[in-house]
T-cell receptor
Framework: EPEVTQTPSHQVTQMGQEVILRCVPI?????FYWYRQILGQKVEFLVS????????KSEIFDDQFSVERPDGSNFTLKIRSTKLEDSAMYFC?????????????FGPGTRLLVL | AQSVTQPDIHITVSEGASLELRCNYS??????LFWYVQSPGQGLQLLLK??????LVQGIKGFEAEFKRSQSSFNLRKPSVHWSDAAEYFC????????????FGAGTTVTVRA
């Protein structure tokens, strides 16, 4: 069964550094998402991406964050200047369409620790 | 805004026993409801989903869930738990057919004892 993959599985960085989290969505999917889960808190929607542009973003997704689909397979989340509060598990997801009826397939996550 | 509550943070169940995980949602209309499971090192896997129709939905791995509008609940059940069911379970809701953003509950960790 096709799956969403994410790299790295863990990343430790210093506050103020830039990080790029990478995701390879399922190949025939058109909609891509990032969610995050701060330790002990709920999984939260960050951003959705379709047709090479952001279709929706949450209030969490401020100017420090950006997403990109640099080629036909990767989908990246960049945090420009990391803060301590960015420490979280980041999940990438993809779906064929952008409706609730369509299952979102999630990757295993990248655990980011900002020191 | 919609919200999802999973009242149980952690449940321990014996192998072979039944399991029920609670989920309550807060939303004016009927939302789209989901249960996901996350095993260690794995992504969130969809167990089942409810949009409309029969309020008892069957999912993968022997799980089922029942939508009860009067109670704003969507509880997940399994009649006989296997050790491999030890995982974290998330209930999630989307507002409607064109709202793909999932709002998740805090999750329930299930431990299975032999």
């Amino acid at each position: 069964e096709p799956e969403v993959t994410q790299t790295p599985s863990h990343q430790v960085t210093q506050m103020g550094q830039e990080v790029i989290l990478r995701c390879v969505p399922i190949s025939n999917h058109l909609y891509f998402y990032w969610y995050r889960q701060i330790l002990g808190q709920k999984v939260e929607f960050l951003v959705s991406f379709y047709n090479n542009e952001i279709s929706e973003k949450s209030e969490i997704f401020d100017d420090q964050f950006s997403v990109e689909r640099p080629d036909g397979s990767n989908f990246t989340l960049k945090i420009r200047s990391t803060k301590l509060e960015d420490s979280a598990m980041y999940f990438c997801a993809s779906s064929q369409t952008g409706t609730s009826a369509e299952t979102q397939y999630f990757g295993p996550g990248t655990r980011l620790l900002v020191l | 805004a919609q919200s999802v509550t999973q009242p149980d943070i952690h449940i321990t169940v014996s192998e072979g026993a039944s399991l029920e995980l609670r989920c309550n949602y807060s939303y004016g209309a009927t939302p789209y409801l989901f249960w996901y499971v996350q095993s260690p090192g794995q992504g969130l896997q969809l167990l089942l989903k409810y949009f409309s129709g029969d309020t008892l939905v069957q999912g993968i791995k022997g799980f089922e869930a029942e939508f009860k509008r009067s109670q704003s609940s969507f509880n997940l059940r399994k009649p006989s738990v296997h050790w491999s069911d030890a995982a974290e379970y998330f209930c999630a809701v989307a507002r409607g057919s064109n709202d793909y953003k999932l709002s998740f509950g805090a999750g329930t960790t299930v431990t299975v004892r032999a």
